[in-house]
Structure formats: structure tokens, C-alpha cells
């Protein structure tokens, strides 16, 4: 292993972390698809896709290090949202938890100088840039349409085009 034992566990926790807001997307996917909001829908598909993908990241990573996996149980998703508003706000909320996370471990990784950790992951506090501005931005689309969602059902697109082209591969019809 060469990693710490402190950023093994880490590690093992942010996989967790990852396949919860997968989970979590999924709910807040289901949430709008029931509403027929079919692009805001494909937009959290797609969002819970990309969590599953960092958590294989670091499983591979800790697979390469040579570093066991310490595995948890996933807890429940919030699931009854009051409003489109309390699913974005949800949104923001796992983001900026994920963000956190992140720089928590690159604080260790760099007080530990290791490099390799440290360099793995700046590629995701890179992705965290987007996931913060793109969640903020949904809010945003959210409060200012009021009660009318159909409003910001047709500006999912531009809302996938700020994303810089991620999840291209999943994009669906949106
Ligand atoms: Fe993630
Ligand atoms: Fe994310």
C-alpha cells in the first residue's frame, strides 16, 4: 500500500459518498420523470451516472495502490421532495458536501506529500467546479420560473451545454 491508512479510509469513504448521490440522483431523477419533466429527468439520469463513474475511479485507484476498500451501506436517498426547489436545493447541498470532502483530502494529501493522491485527486476537485456552477445554476433556473417548470424543462439543454460537454455519452434526447 502506498497510501496512508488515513487516506485509505478516506478513500473508502468518498466511494460511499459517490454511489449515495448516485442514489440520490436516481430519486431526484424519478421525482421529475413522474411529473413528466422527461429532460430534467435525463439531466439527473445522466448526473447519477457520472457519480458511479468517480466511485469506480477511486475503486480503481485504491486497487492500483495496492490499499484495501473498507465497504459501507449506502444510506436512504431523500426521496419526498415538497417542490422542484427542495430537489435542487438537494442538488446544491450534495455538491457542495461532495466539494468539502474533496478538499479535506487534498489537505491530508498535500500535509502527507503525497503526490500521487494530491494528483489524483485534482481531477475531481476540477469536476467539482462544474457540479457547483451547474447546480447553482438549476437553482437559479428553478426560482426564477416560479410555479412554471416547463420553463426551465426547455432550458435543460443549455444547462448540459455549460457543462462543457460532460455526459455527452448518456445525453439522451434532452
Ligand atoms: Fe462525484
Ligand atoms: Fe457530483
Known amino acids: 500500500m ?23 440522483y436516481l430519486a431526484i431523477a424519478h421525482y421529475f420523470e413522474s411529473k413528466s419533466l422527461d429532460r430534467l429527468a435525463n439531466f439527473f439520469y445522466m448526473q447519477a451516472e457520472e457519480e458511479k463513474i468517480h466511485g469506480l475511479k477511486i475503486v480503481h485507484f485504491l486497487g492500483e495502490a495496492d490499499a484495501s476498500i473498507t465497504f459501507a451501506g449506502l444510506p436512504a436517498p431523500k426521496q419526498n421532495f415538497a417542490s422542484p426547489e427542495e430537489a435542487a436545493e438537494q442538488f446544491v447541498a450534495q455538491e457542495k458536501a461532495n466539494t468539502d470532502s474533496f478538499y479535506a483530502m487534498q489537505d491530508v494529501a498535500v500535509e502527507q506529500k503525497d503526490h500521487i493522491t494530491r494528483n489524483f485527486l485534482v481531477w475531481f476537485i476540477d469536476e467539482q467546479l462544474e457540479e457547483l456552477a451547474t447546480s447553482a445554476k438549476l437553482l437559479d433556473m428553478v426560482r426564477m420560473s416560479g410555479d412554471n417548470m416547463l420553463m426551465v424543462e426547455m432550458m435543460v439543454p443549455d444547462l448540459m451545454a455549460a457543462m462543457g460537454g460532460g455526459g455527452a455519452a448518456e445525453g439522451g434526447a434532452a
Do not use: K, P, R, V
Not at 2 to 24: V, Y
Open 2 to 24: 502506498f497510501i496512508s491508512q488515513q487516506l485509505q479510509e478516506m478513500l473508502s469513504n468518498q466511494i460511499t459518498l459517490e454511489l449515495s448521490a448516485h442514489m440520490q
